[in-house]
């Protein structure tokens, strides 16, 4: 357990950090981006880049640039202090948690975007420019802390494919890994999001991972068909009594409808439940296994 870490708020400040914790042969450094409000998915990629990493850095910085004008910036949960013990206890070296004006000063012109990617799943609901906000400020981070490995979560499987990409067409030394998603006890994934959620939704959210459940259910019962698996998603969503906002079988890769299931796809479902939108998304292997919709409990326990 480390203590609790020094929150840095320049990019200065935070180059100086970082230079002077790499100091030695050999050394790496590790990145964590969040937008805050922690729970067991950031710790779980916090222990991961612990394990891989002599230098853990962790930004906290609620993105004003990936938020739509009718989204939920202003309501969005901010528990820096929080935060920071949690980071501190989980092996956190160093918190950067700049303000929106360090990050983005007067003048600003800059955007960085992902043709194709941007567009499908949340993209075609939220807009492409949510996705350049998120390539943006990744971007930006990357170039601040200069990491070894960036580490993000498999339930943003779009925002990671968007990454991928940007660090792959602009030659950015860095490897990204994808962790799996952590779930609560009954499959709902983590998100900061969920403190929205009322009982009652709270009761139906838990039909995006069971859909997710019949979905690779009917793939390893046989069913090759992507479309007639989707269907067999929003049957399970209908019977939580939620409308998704869609259901799709695609390409990680490139996000695209996948034709069969005879290669790895990407299972992505996302749905408003009450006044809260929630995603969530599976990797099915060509024989119908999946291995992370596992809660969080049964994962330690394996």
């Known amino acids: 357990m480390n203590p609790k870490p020094k929150t840095i708020r320049t990019v200065a400040e935070l180059r100086r950090a970082v230079a002077a914790a790499r100091a030695g042969p050999g050394r790496r450094v590790g990145l964590v ?67 929106p004006a360090e990050v983005y000063p007067d ?21 492409a420019d949510h996705f350049a906000g998120v390539a ?8 601040m802390v200069g990491p070894d490995v960036a580490y993000f979560g498999q339930k943003d499987a779009q925002q990671a494919a968007v990454v ?20 609560e006890a009954d499959g709902l994934a983590m998100s900061s999001r969920n403190a929205y959620l009322d009982d009652s939704d709270r009761a139906r959210a838990v039909g995006l991972s069971r859909a997710l459940v019949a979905a690779v259910e009917a793939a390893a019962g046989g069913e090759h068909d992507p479309r007639a698996v989707e269907l067999v998603a ?21 996000l695209e409808p996948a034709a069969d299931l005879e290669r790895r796809v990407l299972v992505a479902v996302a749905a408003t439940v009450g006044q809260t939108r929630l995603i969530d998304n599976v990797m099915l292997d060509p024989i119908g296994r999946a291995d992370d919709l596992q809660p969080q409990e049964a994962r330690r326990a394996g």
Do not use: W
């Open 164 to 183: 991928r990409r940007v660090v792959r067409d602009l030659d950015i030394p860095v490897r990204i890994e994808v962790c799996p998603t952590v779930r």
């Open 107 to 127: 003048g600003f012109a800059t955007t960085v975007s992902v043709a194709g990617l941007s567009d499908r799943l949340c993209g075609a609901r939220r807009g």
């Open 136 to 143: 943006t400020i990744v971007t930006k981070l990357l170039n």
């Open 33 to 99: 981006p969040t937008m805050g409000a922690l729970h067991e998915g950031h710790l779980s990629l916090v222990a991961r880049a612990r394990e891989e990493s002599d230098v853990v850095v962790m930004s906290v910085f609620v993105n004003p640039r990936q938020f739509g004008p009718t989204e939920d910036l202003d309501r969005y949960p901010r528990t820096e202090a929080r935060d920071a013990e949690l980071a501190g206890a989980a092996g956190v070296d160093i918190l950067f948690a700049p303000g």
């Open 234 to 254: 929003r049957r399970e969503l209908a019977a939580h009594e939620i409308e998704p906002e869609y259901v799709e079988i695609v390409s990680p890769e490139t």
